[in-house]
């Protein structure tokens, strides 16, 4: 059975930075395309960023475009995402989910119904 699981959130000044990773085991890492969702207190749960099984697409919401890197280690099994300029608004619960895939594998996803394994979330708050 996979599983996910987040680490890396905090509490951060807003200018901070913070790398979120995503752990995942039970299942063959290099055929999962990976994304980054939030969901602030209140609101609904939306996309951040994705990344393609081959690691050679990305895709970044326009919120976070040029402070937020996406990333993956096949050997370790992990996906990161870098945050950098961290504003108050960023504030949220960061949750990574997967997607098996066994073709397309340069295609990112950021519609949260195609992914079916997701971890429990880690709360980041950034303070202005």
């Known amino acids: 059975q996979v599983q996910l699981v987040e680490s890396g959130g905090g509490l951060v000044q807003a200018g901070g930075s913070l790398r979120l990773s995503c752990a995942v085991s039970?299942?063959?890492?290099?055929?999962?395309?990976m994304a980054w969702f939030r969901q602030a207190p209140g609101k609904e749960r939306e996309f951040v960023s994705a990344?393609?099984?081959?690691?050679?697409?990305?895709h970044y919401t326009d919120s976070v475009k040029g402070r937020f890197t996406i990333s993956r280690d096949n050997a370790k099994n992990t996906a990161y995402l870098q945050m950098n300029s961290l504003k108050p608004e960023d504030t949220a619960v960061y949750f990574c989910?997967?997607?098996?895939?066994?073709?397309?594998?340069?295609?990112?996803?950021?519609?949260?119904?195609?992914?079916?394994?997701w971890g429990q979330g880690t709360q980041v708050t950034v303070s202005s």
């Open positions: 990344i393609s099984a081959s690691g050679g697409s990305t």
């Open positions: 039970g299942r063959t890492f290099s055929t999962d395309a």
């Open positions: 989910a997967a997607r098996q895939v066994t073709f397309a594998r340069s295609v990112t996803y950021s519609s949260q119904n195609m992914y079916s394994d």
